[in-house]
Structure formats: structure tokens, C-alpha cells
């Protein structure tokens, strides 16, 4: 599900449609918001595209970014 590249984790979903997708974003938006860590993401109408890197350690993966991408995949897991 996660690749690693270019110093960031990446992940793209595809969901049912469009409120499906947005429900998913709301949902990763209460997870990133209590962590206080947040992802650079778009959606395009089903299609989720997530990517996590540390800016403030230097556009990195850190244990931030893992811990969020595991939150994130036990949310699509549930």
C-alpha cells in the first residue's frame, strides 16, 4: 500500500465515489489533526493520493510519517 520515494511515503486509494473518498479524508483529517501531523493529499473525484514526509526534519520519513500511514491503513483496514 505505502511506497517509499523521494524522502516521503506515498499511497494512493480508490473508493466507491466521491463521498466515499471525502468521508475517508475527513476521517484521516481527525487522525493527522490529534497526531499534529498532516499530509500533502489531493482527491480527484474516487482517488485519494496521500503523501507524508517530516518537513521540519528536513523533508524526511520519520516515525511521524509511519505512524500516520499505519493509522491511516487501519482505517481502510476496519
Do not use: C, Y
Not at 39 to 63: Q, R, Y
Amino acid at each position: 500500500m505505502w511506497e517509499e520515494s523521494d524522502n516521503a511515503l506515498h499511497a494512493t486509494f480508490e473508493f466507491k465515489d466521491f463521498i466515499e473518498a471525502f468521508g475517508f479524508m475527513t476521517a484521516v483529517a481527525m487522525l493527522a489533526e490529534k497526531q499534529n501531523h498532516h499530509p500533502e493529499w489531493n482527491n480527484v473525484w474516487n482517488k485519494v493520493n496521500i503523501k507524508l514526509t517530516t518537513h521540519d526534519a528536513g523533508n524526511t520519513v520519520t516515525d511521524k510519517d509511519r505512524k500516520l500511514a499505519q493509522s491511516i491503513s487501519d482505517l481502510i483496514a476496519s
